[in-house]
């Protein structure tokens, strides 16, 4: 007789969402690579490919995670001086991967914040390393995309169609819109506490959270550290004209792996600048898709902004091994830090500057 208080199996939301995201990679790479005029019939048709500029893409990616890192190192080192360089990569490629496999990714962040917890460091510390990180990019990004249709507009109202310029609009104003909750966030003290007190007390009338009282105490405690933390920084000038300058450097490595790609495939007849700026037009559009690493959006958004570059026998391969490197292999290099360790040491040890 089987026992009653066996549990039945059930399939989870999260577990249908990642089969069918998994299923969608998996198709995407066999029809980039299989289709008529895939990777495949690329290699086939004998076109000369230069590995030198496919090692140059890869070099480019590499140093955007390498300035990624660096960034953390600086911004944390600043509350925690004695922080280890290897607690910042380490940061940095739990970032990659959780941000690769979480939708939009929404699930960096937190994991980095847990992560640096459990190396000593305190969570109202990282969490503002990570805010000011993230303000960063985001308004090096704005800029990136501003610079790109003010300079470019002809080419953008020429190429891209009713529904790109839809998704353009909607990306744009969710990054703006982003900015502006962070902005709130990160200055705005007696603001932050009310949204968050008025969300605990609501939340406690539908009976979701207990001890609304005590745990709306230690928010308060959790955002008056997290603040200082922000101030602390921000008085740091010379510390957020570094950031700006290696986030620039940063995006500018990343943009540049399509045009190292399409190098590859002896196409000469490029503009470097208008390559960066359709690139910083694809990962804003696409970051803003509600599915882990953008999938599918970034595709159709990478063959759209590149179609007047990338001739139609190559843009197959070019969009496989764009994704290749930038998503797929982040993904697999990063893998090895998804498994966070147990918390060495405790948390209260971490070293704050006053």
């Not at 300035?67 to 970032?95: C, E, H, N, R, W």
């Not at 550290?225 to 921000?234: E, K, M, R």
């Not at 620039?248 to 190292?260: D, G, K």
Request: contains cysteine.
């Amino acid at each position: 007789m089987e026992q009653n208080s066996r549990k039945k199996f059930r399939i989870s939301f999260g577990l249908i969402f990642n089969i069918v995201i998994f299923a969608l990679t998996v198709f995407l790479v066999i029809y980039f690579t299989f289709s008529k005029d895939g990777l495949l019939d690329l290699i086939k048709s004998g076109l000369p490919i230069h590995f030198g500029w496919i090692l140059a893409a890869v070099i480019m990616h590499l140093l955007n995670i390498a300035i990624d890192a660096t960034i953390i190192y600086l911004f944390v080192k600043q509350s925690v001086p004695d922080l280890k360089v290897k607690t910042a990569l380490t940061a940095s490629m739990v970032g990659q991967f959780y941000c690769a496999v979480t939708p939009s990714s929404t699930g960096g962040q937190p994991m980095q914040v847990l992560m640096m917890s459990r190396a000593g460091i305190k969570g109202s510390v990282a969490t503002a390393a990570l805010v000011q990180k993230f303000l960063v990019w985001q308004f090096t990004l704005a800029a990136y995309c501003i610079v790109a249709v003010v300079s470019r507009f002809s080419f953008f109202s020429e190429n891209l169609d009713p529904p790109m310029w839809v998704m353009s609009a909607i990306g744009f104003g969710a990054q703006l819109f982003m900015l502006v909750l962070l902005l709130l966030a990160s200055f705005a003290n007696n603001f932050s506490k009310k949204v968050a007190g008025g969300l605990f007390r609501f939340l406690g009338k539908l009976h979701i959270l207990k001890n609304v009282d005590e745990k709306i105490g230690k928010m308060h405690e959790t955002l008056d550290s997290f603040h200082q933390s922000n101030q602390s920084l921000n008085k740091d000038k010379p510390l957020l004209v570094k950031a700006y300058i290696l986030t620039a450097i940063q995006m500018t490595a990343l943009f540049l792996v399509p045009y190292c790609i399409a190098r590859s495939f002896q196409i000469s007849d490029l503009s470097i600048f208008d390559m960066l700026c359709a690139q910083s037009y694809v990962t804003m559009v696409s970051s803003m898709v509600p599915l882990p690493g953008g999938s599918g959006a970034a595709e159709y958004c990478f063959s759209t902004f590149f179609m007047a570059y990338i001739s139609p026998e190559t843009m197959k391969s070019a969009i496989l091994l764009w994704r290749t490197i930038t998503y797929y292999g982040t993904i697999m290099i990063s893998l090895p830090f998804s498994g966070m360790k147990k918390k060495t040491v405790p948390v209260e040890a971490a070293a704050e500057k006053e």
